[in-house]
């Protein structure tokens, strides 16, 4: 029995279709921006020192290849590999989390903090410009 090609696509297309989304539903599963506290002493204590000898081990490689990537005219595609990947992997994200880059919730509290200093200088404003009044 001979199967058609229409009929070959479209089974290939569900058999992909098939294995990729279950790995789309554990990736959303495996964020986790409320780390416990054995992930931040973990993170701590393994994951930050061997992101500060990956920053300094990719400079030292970056500066070695930089003549050839110069020429090559990769001189920046090499650095965001070796150096800005890990000192985004190291520095730029919350102790335990998984995910590089800044959350919600550090975005968020960041607005609030402004938006108190701002209401606090204004009340200190107010005040001085009652007490010049009087």
């Known amino acids: 029995m001979k199967i058609s090609a229409g009929a070959r696509r479209l089974t290939a297309a569900l058999v992909i279709v098939g294995m990729a989304l ?49 020429l090559a005219g990769h001189a920046g595609e090499a650095a965001d590999t070796l150096i800005a990947g890990p000192v985004e992997t ?18 968020e509290w960041a607005r609030e903090m402004k938006a108190r200093e701002a209401a606090e200088a204004a009340e200190k404003e107010a005040a001085a410009a009652a007490a010049t009044d009087s």
């Open 90 to 107: 190291t520095f730029m994200r919350c102790l335990g989390c998984r995910n590089t880059g800044y959350t919600d919730k550090d975005i």
């Open 22 to 70: 279950p790995q789309t539903l554990w990736a959303q599963e495996a964020i986790d921006e409320s780390p416990n506290e054995f992930a931040m002493v973990g993170d701590l204590l393994v994951a930050r020192p061997i992101g500060m000898v990956m920053v300094v081990g990719g400079t030292a490689a970056w500066l070695v290849s930089l003549p050839f990537t110069l």
